[in-house]
Every structure is written in structure tokens, then in C-alpha cells.
Nanobody, 122 residues
Framework: VQLQASGGGLVQPGGSLRLSCAAS????????IGWFRQAPGKEREWVSS????????YYADSAKGRFTISRDNAKNTVLLQMSSLKSEDTAVYYC????????????????WGQGTQVTVSS
């Protein structure tokens, strides 16, 4: 499967952005799709993922209540709706696919898209 992340940009604190992860080659509902982010000088961290089997959604504590992951099977896309954005959300965001039903570590993901930059600043 090939993944392409998009939707990043510059947004003010408190604003919203919606990231898209478009898949090709295979259907997204065959994989767990995860979102990760990497801020400058920091390690890449898991943000959220959605299970292929039952669509169960998982969030890092930093994302709970502000981010929503969803899957659009018709468009073969996974979305990450981000709201109430903070400066600490500034990072390059990546989507990735895993054959596992659930994974929150990057080593469990086999396929990666290129990143999309999210900058939260006034």
C-alpha cells in the first residue's frame, strides 16, 4: 500500500486542521492506520490509530478530546480532524499502515507516507 498525507499548514492557536491520508494499491480497511508526529529535536510519537477489524479508535493522551480519526472507505482515506490546536502540536505529521489490528509504536508500522507540516502559531 502507498500512503500520501496532506492537509497540513499554518494555523493559529485554537484553530483546526484536517489531515488526510490517501491510500493506493490496497484498501485502508485492511490495515491499522496510524498518525504519528515529529517535532523538531524530538522523537517521532504516536498520535492516533484506527483498527481495521472494527474501526475502533485510539488516541494518545495529548490528542484525546481534541483530535478525531476516521476512515472513509469510499475514498480509501483516513482523516485526522484536529481542533483546539496548541503550539506544542507543531510537527511534521505522518500516516502509516500496519498489518496488526492495533499498534502505537512506529516499529509495528510497515508502510509510511511522506509527512505534512503542521505549524500552530500566532
Amino acid at each position: 500500500v502507498q500512503l500520501q498525507a496532506s492537509g497540513g499548514g499554518l494555523v493559529q492557536p485554537g484553530g483546526s486542521l484536517r489531515l488526510s491520508c490517501a491510500a493506493s494499491g490496497e484498501t485502508v480497511d485492511y490495515y491499522a492506520i496510524g498518525w504519528f508526529r515529529q517535532a523538531p529535536g524530538k522523537e517521532r510519537e504516536w498520535v492516533s490509530s484506527i483498527s481495521p477489524s472494527d474501526g475502533r479508535k485510539y488516541y494518545a493522551d495529548s490528542a484525546k478530546g481534541r483530535f478525531t480519526i476516521s476512515r472513509d472507505n469510499a475514498k480509501n482515506t483516513v482523516l485526522l480532524q484536529m481542533s483546539s490546536l496548541k503550539s506544542e502540536d507543531t510537527a511534521v505529521y505522518y500516516c502509516a499502515a500496519s498489518i496488526l489490528d492495533y499498534a502505537d509504536d512506529e516499529h509495528s508500522y510497515d508502510y509510511w507516507g511522506q509527512g505534512t507540516q503542521v505549524t500552530v502559531s500566532s
